[in-house]
């Protein structure tokens, strides 16, 4: 299957930093990536649609000044937490679909912890 | 109610099992059907993909859809220590990523 990849792997950065994420696609073109957001023991929660070339997409009940997307080549989406607090402590993973489509390739996920 | 719904588990098994996941849904416009599978601390790992009803083998894995009771299962033969991982069913009524509708997981342990 097609290679996401994501980094850093695990970050811990002090309340009031912005902590960047980095998604690149490693073997094929995305224009489309995916932020989720997955809490201990629960299921992935989109947070929204990165399109590149143009602004993201936004799930309901997550701030877009909070959470910088930026999708500026075909390969490459990076999620950029603002003034992280500790409620911003999570798993972050990216995920990308070849040509569009409906199966999704996921990132191994960032661990970010806000002290 | 959630849109698809999963047992959390966790689910114990010996090591040679054969195992059952499940997944329930009410939306009958899914047509595209994926079981990931997601260790601890990782991205989640695309194990099976299916569209619309029926069986698909692959290895130890079976995946099977059955849209008029809205359900879908994954089977793992002789399951193993390292199949021990949360199993995700996924669904969409189309090709777009950003309908996927994840189901809450379901956390397998084999023990040896």
């Known amino acids: 299957g097609a290679v996401v990849s994501q980094h850093p792997s695990r970050v811990i950065c002090k309340s009031g930093t912005s902590v960047k994420i980095e998604c690149r696609s490693l073997?094929?073109?995305?224009?489309?990536m995916f932020w989720y957001r997955q809490f201990p023991k629960q299921s992935l929660m989109l947070m929204a649609t990165?399109?590149?070339?143009?602004?993201?997409?936004?799930e309901q009940g997550v701030e877009k000044d909070k959470f910088l997307i930026n999708h500026a080549s075909l390969t490459l989406s990076t999620l950029t937490v603002t003034s992280a607090h500790p409620e911003d402590s999570s798993f972050y993973i990216c995920?990308?679909?070849?040509?569009?489509?409906?199966?999704?390739?996921f990132g191994s996920g960032t661990q970010l912890s806000v002290l | 109610q959630k849109e698809v719904e999963q047992d959390p588990g966790p689910l114990s098994v010996p090591e040679g099992a054969i195992v059952s996941l499940n997944c329930t849904y009410s939306?009958?416009?899914?047509?595209?059907f994926m079981w990931y599978r997601q260790y601890s601390r990782k991205g989640p790992e695309l194990l099976m993909y299916?569209?619309?009803?029926g069986n698909k083998e692959d290895g130890r894995f079976t995946a099977q859809v059955d849209k008029s009771s809205k359900y879908i299962s994954l089977f793992i033969r002789d399951s193993q220590p390292s199949d021990s991982a949360t199993y995700l069913c996924?669904?969409?009524?189309?090709?777009?990523?950003?309908?996927?509708?994840f189901g809450g997981g379901t956390r397998l342990m084999v023990k040896p």
């Open positions: 990165s399109n590149e070339g143009s602004k993201a997409t936004y």
């Open positions: 939306n009958s416009a899914f047509q595209y």
């Open positions: 995920s990308a679909n070849e040509r569009g489509g409906e199966k999704l390739f």
């Open positions: 299916t569209y619309s009803s």
């Open positions: 073997d094929f073109q995305a224009t489309t």
């Open positions: 996924a669904m969409t009524p189309n090709n777009a990523g950003n309908m996927l509708t």
